[in-house]
């Protein structure tokens, strides 16, 4: 299987997060071991909170965006320092610019041949997006055909469902509603991200 560009395959999506919010909710998440950050492009002034998360954790920490479906997007994290671009859908001229300028792609798909047409693309890695909808045993029938490229469940996962995933093949997830909720308490931030944590752990015993 590729190596990962982070130790803890568990992409932190902050979607809806503001820039005054950000700084204390990545310090936790960085503090309970993830180091895979992503903030949708739909979030108020995304940009800003990039910027922002990239210069207090960027060293020890894969920042980036979500929701990237226009170049301009791409032109808006470069600008911030971000290095990881996640889509929701499978763009190839979009992943080709992004991979040219020397980001990270973890390309969203829901087919095979969305999934072949992203790594043709450059992608280096690839999200099963929604997840919840095709479930584990799409996962498995896609295994089999893919190269060992790293795959993530992404939308709809949930601690207890993390596992099914990664029995299946994924070898990580991204990890949205059940990890962040806007206006969400810090402390709940922490406490998702443990029960998120522990749930990987757990599976790789």
Known sequence: MTALPFQLPLIAILRGITPD???AHVDVLVEEGFDAIEIPSNSPDWETSVRRTVQRHGRHACIGAGTVVEPEHIDALLRAGGRLMVTPNTDPPLIQRAVAEGLLVAAGFATASEAFQALR???????LFPASLHGPALVRALRSVLPPVP???VGGVSPDTLASYLSAGCQGAGIGGDLYQ??????????????FRQAYLDHSA
């Open 21 to 23: 919010q950000v700084d």
């Open 121 to 127: 693309a450059g992608a280096q890695m690839l999200k």
């Open 151 to 153: 795959l993530f469940a």
């Open 182 to 195: 806007p206006g969400q308490p810090v402390a709940t931030t922490r406490l998702h991200a443990r029960r």
